[in-house]
């Protein structure tokens, strides 16, 4: 079944139907969001602009996008859509209207090589003032401080996107730190069962777990009408696939599948450098590919953290030191220092084009692609800046920047089951919406350039949510 289709949408006024999310009203909101907000009137109109709604349809220019307490009430050309009077009109030429960025792998912490610290103040803003408005945290460290979080945010009391929880990485004997460590069938549906119980909607297995553990975990998941995701290894994309899995994250970084000899439960220690070895247009891979798209498994692209291993990559933005704590700096460049010294005997650049090829494959062979940056690794991909970036990397990899951005918005609502309010600028949706000063279609570096994010149809200052993270990323 082929999910990637384009959605065609009409120019002309679409009545808002009622819908399942709520949003949130301005008057809800507490000081320490309300510092953010630029606009929230009733009625709004943004006139002028072009709008990439998010279904793979062409650019739009010359578009007005009317919002109506809270919800995107029209979308066409100026002399299709009737603005009222009582209308607060945004004249925005040379400004580009995107749906708000679902991010899908999208943690409240962050690590370097040396330190893993929860973000509660700085994650949700810098989403946020990225122009993330949704986030599904795929792992957490500290899942009590995300379910807090979730609920502030929901709350109006802390600024930052919607959020869906996923509780503790769930793995084998032989991890440990911030995870829970399960060895049986039973004590998997145990700690599925108690997080769904605080409030988990999304579970996530991690590189060690048993095939017993995990099906098992998948069923009480499933029971309790909730999903489940993995960062995957010892079961393979294949086996994992045959358990009944939802999504699967890292692409093809992540899979064993095609590893020779591996035994039952084994994840490969020379994992990466199997998969350096892999024919993307091999039996196997397409195999692997034919089962994904055949069950519906949707696939999780974080292209913008492994990048972080290609020696000379990514390019060092300047905000990147104005936003990081001094010492995360630096911690972050010591680490980017050795890849560089080690560039000749890297491998990266080869599994890095490999898993690039991978994703186009598998979103061409009909499969449901989404993206997300990991703020993990060695510290150079943050909250919403390496979101931004899997917009170009996306695009490298051989999509068009319209695909691109179908992916980092309508396709990770679907996965999360929201593409009926969330993921396209059309009418009746809830308005999460992204305004970028240019263009992010013919100068894709553009998408940072984020002027205002909407989110229920409330403005917020996307400069002042970045700079209230100036110099404390990393640290807070």
């Given at each position: 079944?082929?999910?990637f289709?384009?959605?065609?949408?009409a120019?002309?006024?679409?009545?808002?139907?009622?819908?399942?999310?709520?949003?949130?009203?301005?008057?809800?909101?507490?000081?320490?969001?309300?510092e953010?907000?630029?606009?929230d009137a009733?009625?709004?109109?943004?006139?002028?602009?072009?709008?990439?709604?998010?279904?793979?349809?062409?650019?739009?220019p010359?578009?007005?996008?009317?919002?109506?307490?809270?919800r995107?009430a029209?979308?066409?050309?100026?002399?299709?859509?009737?603005?009222?009077?009582?209308?607060?009109?945004?004249?925005l030429?040379?400004?580009?209207?995107?749906?708000?960025l679902?991010?899908?792998?999208?943690?409240?912490f962050?690590?370097?090589?040396g330190?893993?610290v929860?973000?509660?103040?700085?994650?949700?803003?810098?989403?946020?003032g990225?122009?993330?408005?949704?986030?599904?945290?795929?792992?957490a460290?500290?899942?009590?401080?995300?379910?807090?979080?979730?609920?502030?945010?929901?709350?109006?009391?802390?600024?930052?996107?919607r959020m869906h929880?996923?509780?503790?990485y769930?793995?084998?004997p032989?991890?440990?730190g911030?995870?829970?460590?399960?060895?049986?069938?039973?004590?998997?549906?145990?700690?599925?069962?108690?997080?769904?119980?605080?409030?988990a909607t999304?579970?996530?297995?991690?590189?060690?777990?048993?095939?017993?553990?995990?099906?098992?975990?998948?069923?009480?998941?499933h029971?309790?009408?909730?999903?489940?995701?993995g960062?995957?290894?010892?079961?393979?994309?294949?086996?994992?696939?045959?358990?009944?899995?939802d999504?699967?994250?890292?692409?093809?970084?992540?899979?064993?599948?095609?590893?020779p000899?591996?035994?039952p439960?084994e994840?490969?220690?020379?994992?990466?450098?199997?998969?350096a070895q892999?024919?993307?247009?091999?039996e196997?891979?397409?195999?692997t590919?034919?089962d994904?798209?055949?069950?519906e498994?949707?696939?999780?692209?974080?292209?913008?953290v492994?990048?972080?291993s290609?020696?000379?990559?990514?390019?060092?933005?300047?905000?990147?030191?104005?936003?990081?704590?001094?010492?995360a700096?630096r911690?972050?460049?010591?680490?980017?220092?050795?890849?560089?010294?080690?560039?000749?005997?890297?491998?990266m650049?080869?599994?890095?084009?490999?898993?690039?090829?991978?994703?186009l494959?598998?979103?061409?062979?009909?499969?449901?692609?989404?993206?997300?940056?990991d703020?993990?690794?060695?510290?150079?991909?943050l909250?919403?800046?390496g979101d931004?970036?899997?917009?170009?990397?996306?695009?490298?990899?051989?999509?068009?920047?319209v695909?691109?951005i179908?992916?980092?918005?309508?396709?990770?609502?679907r996965?999360l089951g929201?593409e009926?309010e969330?993921?396209?600028v059309?009418?009746?949706?809830?308005?999460?919406?992204?305004?970028i000063?240019?263009d992010?279609?013919?100068?894709?570096?553009?998408?940072?350039?984020?002027?205002?994010?909407?989110?229920?149809?409330?403005?917020?200052?996307?400069e002042a949510l970045?700079?209230?993270t100036?110099?404390?990323?990393?640290?807070?």
């Amino acid at each position: 079944m082929t999910r990637f289709t384009p959605l065609i949408l009409a120019a002309a006024l679409v009545f808002v139907l009622p819908l399942g999310l709520e949003g949130q009203r301005a008057q809800e909101l507490g000081d320490a969001v309300r510092e953010y907000v630029t606009t929230d009137a009733p009625v709004i109109a943004l006139q002028g602009v072009t709008v990439v709604d998010g279904t793979g349809a062409d650019p739009a220019p010359g578009q007005t996008v009317l919002i109506r307490d809270g919800r995107i009430a029209a979308v066409g050309p100026a002399d299709e859509v009737d603005v009222p009077a009582d209308a607060e009109l945004h004249e925005l030429d040379g400004h580009t209207v995107i749906p708000g960025l679902i991010g899908m792998h999208n943690h409240t912490f962050y690590t370097t090589a040396g330190r893993s610290v929860q973000l509660n103040y700085s994650a949700p803003r810098l989403y946020l003032g990225s122009g993330v408005t949704t986030i599904r945290t795929t792992g957490a460290a500290s899942p009590y401080s995300e379910i807090n979080m979730m609920r502030e945010i929901d709350a109006g009391q802390t600024p930052g996107p919607r959020m869906h929880i996923t509780g503790p990485y769930i793995t084998g004997p032989g991890a440990g730190g911030h995870m829970h460590v399960v060895d049986s069938a039973e004590q998997a549906r145990r700690v599925v069962g108690y997080w769904a119980d605080e409030g988990a909607t999304w579970f996530k297995a991690y590189t060690r777990i048993s095939n017993e553990a995990l099906g098992a975990a998948i069923q009480e998941a499933h029971s309790r009408g909730l999903k489940f995701t993995g960062h995957l290894c010892s079961v393979s994309y294949r086996e994992a696939v045959a358990l009944g899995i939802d999504n699967l994250e890292h692409g093809m970084f992540t899979n064993s599948d095609w590893s020779p000899g591996r035994g039952p439960d084994e994840c490969p220690s020379n994992l990466r450098a199997d998969l350096a070895q892999v024919d993307i247009e091999s039996e196997e891979v397409q195999a692997t590919i034919r089962d994904m798209v055949e069950n519906e498994v949707g696939m999780t692209s974080t292209l913008a953290v492994y990048e972080l291993s290609f020696p000379g990559r990514p390019p060092l933005e300047p905000r990147f030191e104005e936003i990081l704590a001094p010492e995360a700096f630096r911690e972050y460049m010591a680490t980017r220092q050795r890849i560089e010294e080690n560039a000749d005997e890297s491998i990266m650049p080869e599994v890095f084009r490999k898993a690039q090829e991978f994703e186009l494959a598998f979103v061409r062979a009909g499969g449901l692609l989404a993206a997300g940056v990991d703020p993990t690794g060695n510290g150079g991909a943050l909250p919403g800046f390496g979101d931004q970036r899997n917009h170009e990397l996306l695009i490298e990899a051989g999509f068009t920047p319209v695909e691109s951005i179908q992916i980092l918005t309508l396709n990770g609502a679907r996965i999360l089951g929201n593409e009926d309010e969330l993921g396209s600028v059309e009418a009746g949706k809830l308005a999460d919406l992204v305004v970028i000063a240019g263009d992010p279609v013919d100068r894709p570096e553009e998408i940072r350039n984020v002027v205002t994010v909407f989110k229920d149809g409330i403005g917020y200052d996307a400069e002042a949510l970045v700079q209230a993270t100036r110099g404390i990323m990393g640290v807070r």
